[in-house]
Nanobody, 120 residues
Framework: QVQLVESGGGLVPPGGSLRLACAAS????????MRWHRQSPGKQRGFVAS???????FYSDSVKGRFTISRDGAKNTMYLQMNSLKPEDTAGYYC??????????????WGQGTQVTVSS
């Protein structure tokens, strides 16, 4: 069983910054890829950014140049530094992690989400 806990969401004015964190815990042998997704009311959940075990990073076009994804392998924790926030970044942000448990079973887990609201 793998658990994910997101933190760091909140209310910020346009142009502001936030740093989200996603901590994974449980029976983890290896994490292969960690991703951030987001979902606004009435819209489908969409990809924001990802980082692989060997450090490959991808961003959606809408956040490229403003958001930075990183991870601390020792802590099984992923971060999303969000700068120059816009009202359209308002959404629930969810982390998604893929890897192997200690009994060599592949896992895919979602966090419960953290709300980011960009408004003056």
């Amino acid at each position: 069983q793998v658990q994910l806990v997101e933190s760091g969401g909140g209310l910020v004015p346009p142009g502001g910054s936030l740093r989200l964190a996603c901590a994974a815990s449980g029976s983890i042998a290896r994490i292969d890829v960690m991703r951030w997704h987001r979902q606004s009311p009435g819209k489908q959940r969409g990809f924001v950014a990802s980082i692989t075990q060997d450090g490959n990073i991808f961003y959606s076009d809408s956040v490229k140049g403003r958001f930075t994804i990183s991870r601390d392998g020792a802590k099984n924790t992923m971060y999303l530094q969000m700068n120059s926030l816009k009202p359209e970044d308002t959404a629930g942000y969810y982390c998604h992690v893929q890897g192997l448990t200690q009994d060599r079973t592949p896992f895919r887990s979602w966090g419960q989400g953290t709300q980011v609201t960009v408004s003056s």
